[in-house]
């Protein structure tokens, strides 16, 4: 049994432990900076909070979240002390990389650095810490915190396929519980304790005994419940659309994406609006909640009379034209230039929306959750089909043209017969 000095009390799991090596890891300072100290003024949701208020939680208490729960799930399996701690320190140290507005910042990373959160990760493990004073080696451990090293430490964290959207873990499990607490829908019924006593190791692979698939079940569609109402509502993907182009020009007129990616989300804030220009108008506008609105709305062919668009027209595309437009999310320098044609058309500051592409066929949608019977292991797609994701993602997936509200009428009145996104193919 692992040694607390400390305990914090969390909303969701009560009273959290602190070993040593925990305390000096969350207390751990270098030149002023405190990597994980950075973390309390890090959003975990981003701007998920401008459609729900209360959704102000950080990735600071869910990194400690997921260390207790990794922490649990390695007793569980009979890890030695030893390991059960290297758990707890990989989970804590897991989300250590990201930046202001976590994932709503990783476009603009990715395209000016090539890079994700999770390489940030490696590497403010191993350039800030020097975990061999704990017993452990930092570059091992860095592996282990972002999934890389498939051992069963990274598998607690991640499952056995690197951050698979169709896994039961530590990650997985703690934001899943606390995301619906924290935005107040109340729509999942996650069993902790009974998934968490399900967990078994069979040779070095992680699997749940097969009494859980009915509990695991329930996880996965609280996720899929969690991702329609919370994480890809309208107001928050607009937001956040607005926050990329406001850091992505911010970055190419001169700004250091190094020294922003260490600062919370309000210092964040406060140095794109002192720095001005298009960013500045923008987080301006998102500090007073004035964000865009949607005048036309992409969705696949079949699917634009279900769940019906309130406010804005609907136009059908075929998936070749949803896979090119699709490219618009990462290729931000072609996505600035089609918007800005579109603003000097229409007169006003044109953003396209194009939220996180999903898996739209079930031939590459894999899950990581596997389950044993006690002789043999199985996936969860040999009990549960995975046809329903698929057909849910074809059915809610949209790319929308944003305007401030004070032009929507007037845009819509201009755009009103013409075939916006397919005019936007043709320029790609």
């Given at each position: 049994?692992?040694?607390?000095?400390?305990?914090?009390?969390d909303t969701?799991h009560g009273?959290?432990?602190?070993?040593?090596?925990?305390?000096?890891?969350?207390d751990?300072?270098?030149?002023?900076?405190?990597?994980?100290q950075?973390?309390?003024?890090?959003?975990?949701?981003?701007w998920?909070?401008?459609?729900?208020?209360?959704a102000t939680?950080?990735?600071?208490?869910?990194?400690?979240?997921?260390?207790?729960?990794?922490?649990?799930?390695?007793?569980?399996?009979?890890?030695?002390?030893?390991?059960?701690q290297?758990?707890r320190?990989?989970?804590?140290?897991?989300?250590?990389?990201?930046?202001?507005?976590s994932?709503?910042?990783?476009?603009?990373l990715?395209?000016?650095?090539?890079?994700?959160?999770?390489?940030?990760?490696?590497?403010?493990?191993?350039g800030?810490?020097?975990?061999?004073?704990?017993?452990?080696k930092?570059?091992?451990?860095?592996?282990?915190?972002?999934?890389?090293k498939?051992?069963?430490v990274?598998?607690?964290?991640f499952?056995?396929?690197?951050?698979?959207?169709?896994?039961?873990?530590?990650?997985?499990?703690?934001?899943i519980?606390r995301d619906?607490?924290?935005?107040?829908v109340?729509?999942?019924?996650?069993?902790l304790?009974?998934?968490?006593?399900?967990?078994?190791?069979v040779?070095k692979?992680?699997?749940?005994?097969?009494?859980?698939?009915?509990?695991?079940?329930s996880?996965?569609?609280?996720?899929?419940?969690?991702a329609l109402?919370?994480?890809?509502?309208?107001?928050?993907?607009?937001?956040?659309?607005?926050w990329i182009?406001a850091?992505?020009?911010?970055?190419?007129?001169?700004?250091?994406?190094?020294?922003?990616?260490?600062?919370?989300?309000?210092?964040?804030l406060?140095?794109?609006g002192?720095?001005g220009?298009?960013?500045?108008?923008?987080v301006?506008r998102?500090r007073?909640?004035?964000?865009?609105?949607?005048v036309?709305v992409?969705?696949?062919?079949?699917?634009?009379?279900?769940?019906p668009?309130?406010?804005?027209?609907?136009?059908?595309l075929?998936?070749?034209?949803?896979?090119?437009l699709?490219?618009?999310?990462s290729?931000?320098?072609?996505?600035?230039?089609?918007?800005?044609?579109?603003?000097?058309?229409?007169?006003?500051?044109?953003?396209?929306?194009?939220?996180?592409?999903?898996?739209?066929?079930?031939?590459?949608?894999?899950?990581?959750?596997?389950?044993?019977?006690?002789?043999n292991?199985?996936?969860?797609?040999?009990?549960?089909?995975l046809?329903?994701?698929?057909?849910?993602?074809?059915?809610?997936?949209?790319?929308?043209l944003?305007?401030?509200?004070?032009?929507?009428?007037?845009?819509?009145?201009v755009?009103e017969?013409?075939?916006?996104?397919?005019?936007?193919?043709?320029?790609?």
């Amino acid at each position: 049994m692992l040694k607390y000095h400390k305990w914090i009390v969390d909303t969701i799991h009560g009273y959290i432990g602190l070993t040593k090596a925990e305390i000096g890891i969350l207390d751990h300072s270098s030149n002023g900076f405190s990597p994980m100290q950075r973390l309390r003024g890090v959003s975990q949701l981003g701007w998920v909070s401008v459609t729900y208020p209360t959704a102000t939680h950080t990735r600071f208490e869910h990194s400690l979240g997921t260390m207790y729960l990794a922490g649990r799930i390695a007793e569980n399996i009979g890890l030695s002390d030893k390991l059960v701690q290297k758990a707890r320190i990989a989970a804590l140290l897991h989300d250590v990389g990201h930046g202001p507005f976590s994932h709503d910042s990783e476009t603009v990373l990715r395209f000016f650095k090539g890079i994700s959160h999770e390489d940030m990760t490696e590497r403010i493990i191993n350039g800030f810490y020097r975990l061999e004073d704990y017993g452990f080696k930092t570059r091992e451990v860095a592996k282990e915190a972002v999934g890389k090293k498939k051992d069963i430490v990274s598998q607690i964290l991640f499952g056995v396929e690197e951050h698979s959207r169709l896994s039961i873990d530590a990650d997985f499990l703690d934001y899943i519980v606390r995301d619906d607490f924290y935005c107040g829908v109340r729509i999942t019924a996650v069993d902790l304790t009974r998934i968490i006593r399900s967990f078994r190791k069979v040779g070095k692979q992680l699997v749940l005994s097969s009494e859980a698939l009915l509990p695991a079940t329930s996880a996965i569609n609280a996720r899929n419940h969690l991702a329609l109402r919370v994480y890809f509502h309208k107001t928050s993907e607009f937001a956040e659309s607005m926050w990329i182009k406001a850091l992505y020009n911010a970055v190419k007129e001169g700004l250091d994406l190094d020294r922003v990616w260490l600062m919370g989300d309000f210092e964040a804030l406060h140095t794109l609006g002192e720095f001005g220009g298009v960013g500045g108008a923008l987080v301006s506008r998102l500090r007073k909640r004035d964000v865009n609105k949607w005048v036309v709305v992409g969705k696949l062919e079949g699917y634009t009379k279900v769940f019906p668009i309130k406010r804005a027209r609907c136009e059908a595309l075929e998936m070749a034209e949803v896979k090119k437009l699709t490219k618009l999310r990462s290729g931000l320098e072609l996505k600035e230039e089609v918007e800005a044609a579109l603003s000097k058309e229409l007169k006003t500051d044109a953003i396209i929306c194009v939220p996180v592409v999903p898996t739209f066929d079930v031939k590459g949608l894999k899950s990581s959750l596997y389950f044993s019977d006690g002789e043999n292991i199985s996936k969860y797609e040999d009990f549960m089909p995975l046809d329903n994701v698929v057909e849910t993602n074809k059915m809610v997936f949209s790319i929308s043209l944003t305007v401030p509200s004070k032009d929507r009428k007037r845009v819509s009145r201009v755009l009103e017969r013409k075939k916006v996104f397919k005019d936007i193919v043709s320029r790609i």
